[in-house]
């Protein structure tokens, strides 16, 4: 019998929450990672908390073109889309990597109405750590 009782319970449904954005005080983080390969931009709050991100690669680039300045504008322009309803006019970039599309991310960021309120490079840099990869031969 309770095989019954526990038939009879109704089945919850697998409802999405809408997601509201909650909205700051104008001032966020632009997180730029410029690799060899590709280019991924977030945009945080001041506490770190990621708000929008995208790459290259998610915007529809392949291959080489994924490092180009060209494709940076491309997914800052996303980035920016994605985040108006945050309110975020003001970011801090911060940079890390030594791609080919750094000054085109920062660039783009300017062009699209962001102020620009400081920027700050954080490669990670080596103290004598590990071997680096043998150079390429061309």
């Keep these: 019998m309770p095989e019954a009782s526990e038939a009879k319970a109704p089945a919850k449904k697998n409802r999405k929450k809408k997601v509201v954005p909650r909205l700051l005080k104008g001032r966020g983080q632009a997180h730029i990672q410029s690799t060899y390969n590709n280019t991924i931009v977030s945009i945080t709050d001041q506490n770190g908390s990621v708000?929008?991100?995208s790459s290259a690669g998610k915007?529809?680039?392949?291959g080489a073109k994924k490092?180009?300045?060209y494709a940076a504008g491309?997914?800052?322009k996303e980035v920016i889309d994605k985040?108006?309803?945050?309110?975020?006019?003001e970011v801090d970039v911060l940079i890390k990597g030594i791609g080919p599309a750094r000054e085109g991310a920062i660039r783009a960021l300017a062009t699209y109405g962001v102020q620009i309120a400081s920027i700050k490079d954080v490669t990670p840099?080596?103290?004598n750590g590990c071997r680096p990869k043998k150079p390429r031969r061309i």
């Design 59 to 62: 915007c529809g680039f392949k």
């Design 51 to 53: 708000l929008a991100w």
């Design 125 to 127: 840099v080596p103290h």
């Design 74 to 76: 491309v997914v800052v």
């Design 83 to 89: 985040c108006k309803d945050y309110g975020i006019k």
């Design 67 to 69: 490092a180009t300045p």
